[in-house]
């Protein structure tokens, strides 16, 4: 056997479980045990991570809005999830007469497969990744498509107002704001020649001075970073583009109706795409599990991954705290007319990172091109608008 | 005939059926989506990855929302109360066996059926990049154009605002 190396330790402990049951089990069930030794470990993770993040973020809206947040079951409340998670499990599961039945049933389960699907084209380490799918960015953005049509059965099949209200907003921006997903991965395939996510984290190693050589360090990779993370941010449906379920206006969305487990369903969906999308950013961005100083290359890549997409999460948290919910043409606005253009613009901006030569030059005509449209246009359109403070003339 | 083939040849016989038979347009979508899902899990089944995600990402993505939406705004919530099969059903079983008549004689008297099987091709995503940019390169080009004019056109038809005065 080999050394236990802490980078492999999970790869290794794989292939001595499947040794181990080599000479007792028939090859036919060995595949089965090797396919669910992969799938497995990823459901108990990233269903973990569920509950420690809806924790983390009662917690820190709680100390964002000046209050405590849970703070009863368990030592400083840590034990919220468990207790939440056994309440979904024993309320009653209520489904209104009206309802249609079969796809008011089918609705969450078809939510949360293609949420745990997407985690097959996810390099979380090196080594490790359950497909390595030659096309594995196209598998990813293709299962996801699928979850719109689940909201859209979600609110239909409930035959309420709100959640219908709920299901066609969000289809809506989902649409709107897949383009600028979409359009910002393209430039990262541009330059780096594969669909493939392990391919993709291996061509971002290396350092170039200081810095590591991941694609945020340069200015269309930022410039695309950020237009994914408002992207993903959108798609996921969380403040401020929560309109799907805002609850002021539509009680809750395409899931006003459900109660119960099927309620947690949808949380669990909802909150594994997050750390999927995440993870997608990582990989595309930051350099997916890679160590960002050749000095700390001897932490595990698992822990890079985990720690890159700990602080993503962290920003949404952030970004959920601090950021009020847009109207509905806002939204809309701000997609097709600023989102959509400088996407376009940064696919440009990377065909010519790509054929000047490395140097400062190539540094500032880039920088230039994310730059001025960025300020061109978000002043172009705050023309003839007034914005400014809003003064409250008796609640003062 | 394999059994990966089979079950996955039932699921989208019976989701195509259902998509015709169903009384409610909604569910008859739904069940379009999933005769859709079949058609990628065949397509997946013969190892053509890309036009299998392709076909899940442009059908059920895009095409299946745009029917739905299209019922939904177009029509009344309750289902239609007039037959499934419309009155002169037999016309219809005639127009349908003269179809699988020409079908299956196209089919039996091709040069496809005859010629001997080749080992299937690696059509990695690579190969296929490489066809559309060299071989195909034009009509890629052309398509790309007229995308990108009718992604440029929405948001200008969407700039214009009335300004109120």
Redesign the interface.
Known sequence: MMPLDSDQIFVQLKHWLLSLLAGVLPAPLLAVISVLLSIIPIIVVFATLFAIMTIMERKGLGRIQNRYGPNRVGPFGFLQPAADGIKALIKEDLVPRAADQVVHLLAPVVLVIPALLVYAVLPIGRNMVAIDFDAGLLFFFAVGAASELAVFMAGWSSRNKYALLGAMRAVAQMVSYEIPLILSTVSVVMLTGTLSPVKIVEAQAGHAGLLPDWFVFTPWGFAGFVLFMISANAEANRSPFDLPEGESELVAGYFTEYSGFKFALFFLAEYLSLFAISGLGITLFLGGWQAPFAALDFVPSWAWFFMKLLGLIVLFIWTRGTLPRLRVDQLMNFAWKFMLPLALLNLFTAAVWHYMPPGLPRWLVCGALVAGPYVLLGRGLLAGKNIAKRIYRYAD | MSLPFLIIAVITIAAAAAAMTLR?L??CA?AV?GAF?GLAAAYLNLSA??VG??Q??VY???V??LI??AA?LTRGGEPSQAAVFSPPWFAGLGVTLAVLGVLVWAVIRSFLIRRELVPAPEA???QIGDALMHKYVLPLEVVGLLL?AA?IG??II??KEE?KK
């Open positions: 409610n909604i569910h739904l989506a899902v990855q890309f995600f392709a899940v990402l059920v993505g895009a299946a929302i739905v939406f939904l990695a995503v690579k990108t992604l929405a948001v969407a700039l300004r």
